[in-house]
Nanobody
């Protein structure tokens, strides 16, 4: 099971850190990532990080490069998404996703959390 937390409301230019905790998976063995979906919009892959056993830098959507950062805490078995310089267009439900193949990109067939709402508004 994947449980996201850290969502909420923030003003433009603010920051949030999303967390994803896993109770049944060793997250260092999985590729980990975040997707988002706003009302009426298609789902968008935001960030992805390959498993610890593979070599590769994090991948980001162009819309968040330089503002968002994905990381994994192996002792805590958690994944984080640090979001800075938030914009109203970042408002969406954010989903934590993990993939057993260990590679990016992640897909609908991978393991998904329930999501956490992020709202950026003045």
């Amino acid at each position: 099971q994947l449980v996201e937390s850290g969502g909420g409301s923030v003003q433009p230019g603010g920051s949030l850190r999303l967390s994803c905790a896993a109770s049944e998976f060793r997250l260092d063995y999985y590729a980990v990532g975040w997707f988002r979906q706003a009302p009426g919009e298609e789902r968008e892959g935001v960030a992805c990080l390959v498993s610890s056993t593979k070599d590769g830098p994090p991948e980001y959507a162009d819309s968040v490069k330089g503002r968002f950062s994905i990381s994994r805490d192996i002792p805590k078995n958690a994944v984080y998404l640090q979001m800075d310089s938030l914009k109203p267009e970042d408002s969406a439900i954010y989903y934590c996703v993990i993939g057993s193949w260990g590679t990016c990109p992640l897909t609908d067939d991978d393991h998904w959390g329930q999501g956490t709402q992020v709202t950026v508004s003045s």
